[in-house]
């Protein structure tokens, strides 16, 4: 492992280092053997799971969800209040007109959290419960966020952004790996990989990943192959051998929305 480390001359370097500069965009992940399922994180922390209820990522204590039919005041939304919130959500054709990170029919789940009350509610423990759902369409490059009023059964607001890009979440970045370790450009990758386990680099699941919304603007240039960085969906990896050594790919950029990869330098 030494000679790996002095070899590379910081190819291979250390998480902390890291994890610190970019905490606050970042999402963590420990590839498990569904990595492909349907994940996410919350914003506000009032309620956030994924649609399969994993866990998020390492570092976050997630406040497990009520399984009541329904929640009362500012409770956390319960596992029947998440699961009816998405489907309302759904069932306004957002499922037939957008695609998600792996390019297939519906858009790519982001958090489900509990609404903030409307001032006039404020105070009272009657008031209608609502829950916000946030959604990334890749078919049309746009942040979608869905007020549903979980007391009438209906979607309240639609607010569709471009530009916008929310932390990634652990489906997105196992999807990233899936697409990098495809490509040409994950030759060093792999061969760090070789060096340091003397294996070779072939599955996702290998790897642990911190993912980390990248965008071109005007505070980062960027290099020409990636000035679509921003408007469409793109993540820097940082990737680790399980339970072993960073290998550094900070270089190498995945634009989820396009399905390729490219690099900073």
């Known amino acids: 492992m030494r000679r790996v480390m002095h070899r590379h001359l910081g190819k291979v370097v250390a998480g902390a280092a890291i994890a610190v500069t970019a905490t606050a965009v970042m999402v ?5 053997g569904n990595a492909g399922a349907e994940d996410g994180q919350s914003s506000s922390g009032t309620s956030a799971r994924g649609q399969d209820g994993a866990q998020l990522q390492p570092g976050v204590v997630e406040e497990q969800a009520p399984t ?8 956390a939304l319960t596992d029947d209040e998440l699961k009816r919130a998405e489907s309302l959500a759904l069932g306004q054709g957002l499922r037939e007109r957008s695609e998600n990170a792996r390019g297939s029919r519906g858009p790519q789940w982001l958090s489900t959290d509990l609404a903030e009350q409307q001032p006039s509610e404020a105070g009272d423990a009657s008031a209608a419960r609502r829950a916000e759902i946030a959604y990334y369409d890749y078919k049309n490059d746009a942040l979608v966020t869905k007020t549903v009023n979980l007391t009438t059964g209906k979607v309240e607001d639609t607010d569709t952004q471009s530009g916008e890009q929310p932390p990634p979440t652990r489906a997105e970045a196992a999807e990233a790996v899936k697409l990098l370790l495809a490509d040409p450009l994950s030759a060093g990758l792999k061969k760090d990989y070789r060096d340091a386990t003397g294996k070779a680099l072939s599955e996702p699941e290998q790897l642990e990943v911190t993912g980390m919304i990248y965008r071109v603007d005007e505070e980062n240039s960027g290099p020409a192959a990636l000035r679509e960085c921003g408007d ?3 993540m820097r990896l940082f990737t680790k051998v399980r339970n072993g050594p960073w290998i550094d790919t900070r270089h190498l950029v995945v634009d989820l929305s396009e399905r390729s990869v490219g690099r900073i330098t």
Request: charged residues 30%; aromatic residues 0%.
């Open 68 to 75: 009541g039919e329904k929640g009362t005041g500012r409770d």
């Open 28 to 32: 963590g992940v420990t590839l498990p």
């Open 232 to 234: 469409h969906r793109c």
